[in-house]
């Protein structure tokens, strides 16, 4: 199925989509939000499974013309936010920019970092900068949003935990971040809020390049690359 975030609030109301991506309705019978739906998606995702079929089936007089300018972020804030690059030309790439190396770690040990998550960006929303010299740059990825993953758990046992995938502008302050880096305590001005497509969609809507991917790839593959939860 495919789920969004009308603007309203700070964690916006949620809707269903149609797969068609033309119409949307509001499910407040059964999450206000999408954080609500999330806690509770065991009850929530069968629920809004069957509005999704009727919606598709043209059974619902409440649909409405789905805008994405009218979106918040699918997930407007999360609990947590966890970037990770796992693939090498990206990261040789975003190094050499700041005159740096790959560490041999990364071959063993794919780079993550925690970022900030108190308010994602819209997908039609400006990016507001200050200056010019910051230098934006955006990076086209993956963004995966789980339930709760148990400490321990392997790659195979954390696909399970993946309730929903969106795409994701990263956004990077290129100018601000060689700086910064160079304090040794990771980024924070450098890396500001990121922007999301206007749905999240669940697994199976992905087909059979989901399962091809679920068959061959590792979890960190699956995303260059955000976890959210």
């Known amino acids: 199925m495919k789920l969004a975030s009308l603007k309203g609030g700070r964690d916006g109301v949620l809707v269903v989509v149609s797969r068609n991506l033309e ?3 509001r499910v407040p019978d059964i999450a206000v939000t999408m954080q609500s739906a999330l806690d509770r998606w065991a009850v929530c995702a069968p629920l809004l499974e069957q509005r999704y079929a009727d919606l598709n089936a043209g059974d619902l007089d409440r649909a409405f013309a789905f805008e994405p300018a009218g979106c918040a972020s699918p997930l407007p804030r999360a ?3 966890a970037d990770g690059s796992a693939y ?3 990261v040789e790439l975003v190094r050499k920019a700041r005159g740096a190396e790959v560490p041999a770690s990364f071959f063993e040990d794919p780079l993550m970092y925690q970022g900030g998550s108190d308010n994602f960006v819209g997908p039609r929303d400006d990016i507001r900068l200050q200056s010019d010299a910051w230098g934006l740059d955006f990076e086209a990825e993956v963004t995966v949003v789980t339930d709760d993953v148990p400490m321990g758990a392997t790659p195979a046992e954390a696909l399970g935990h993946i ?3 969106m795409l994701v502008n990263d956004v990077s302050l290129r100018g601000l971040i060689p700086g910064e880096l160079a304090k040794g305590f990771g980024f924070f001005q450098s890396k500001p809020a990121s922007a999301f497509s206007p749905v999240a969609v669940t697994p ?6 989901w399962e091809a991917g679920k068959l061959h790839r590792p979890l ?7 976890l959210l939860g």
Do not use: F, M, P
Request: aromatic content about 8%.
């Open 23 to 25: 119409h949307a309705v």
């Open 79 to 81: 609990y947590q936010w």
């Open 88 to 90: 090498l030309n990206h």
């Open 163 to 165: 309730k929903l995938v």
């Open 204 to 209: 199976d809507e992905l087909g059979t390049s």
């Open 220 to 226: 960190a593959s699956h995303c260059n690359g955000e």
